[in-house]
């Protein structure tokens, strides 16, 4: 019984006009343990095939924890998730192997090098053999890594990092490309190189869903953004109908006057 009526809850959420969405959140809840406020809160999000996402919001808005639901890695409390129609109960195998996340803190092994992480992270997706050599070898053209892939990853700038971390999560070609503040501490030029490939992945159909609170970036990137403010999407539509919509030049403006200049940090 129980199982049914989560699959009730998916259908309701993904159908809409005969398509199913690449993600569906709907009334997510999570409060963690020793927490004096729900981390999301009655959260429902659609996101289409093919989109670039953007999930903005300030530290501690519920982004991350967003995103640990979306890729299987938590549960809700309550509420549902699915990916292209599946739920984590019965096709995680399935959803895991569509999907690529990026998390916001760096997961490389500084005492191997770009190579060898690539090596690592590849065999873990199952690749093996000349198929494994031709994905680490893309990826590291991908990340403009070629000429440094022997040199240890401890070695590395902040930028050069956060490339080879986006090229591991996209070592085994998902559909779906959960980014969590992937430019978060790099230079300009390698900003901009990450910008500039992540529109070219999301031309030739892969699906980006991307946290991030700088407002540029999502008013650069994103086909569409929803902001998120204590656990819950308070504004979502395109940058450009959100803006018509109000008296704000920006969408940094535009995400102050909804969320308040209050600190968050504190």
Known sequence: MAETAIMKSIDSCTLKNGQVDAIAACSLMKRYKGSGHQALNDLSLQV???EFFGLLGANGAGKTTAVSLFSGFMSPDSGTVSIMGMGFRRDAKKIRQILGLVPQEIALYDQLTARENLLFFGRLY???????????????????????????????????????????????????LFLDEPTVGVDTQSRHLIHQQLVELNQKGTTILYTTHYMEEAQELCSRIGILDAGSIIKQGSPDELLKQSDCRNLEDLFLQLTGKQLRDT
């Open 126 to 176: 199952g690749f093996r053999g000349k198929k494994l050599q031709e994905r680490i070898d893309q990826c590291l053209e991908f990340s403009r890594l070629t000429e440094q892939a022997s040199r240890l990853v401890f070695s590395y700038s902040g930028g050069m990092k956060r490339r080879l971390n986006l090229a591991t999560g996209l070592l085994h070609l998902p559909e779906i």
């Open 48 to 50: 289409t095939k093919g």
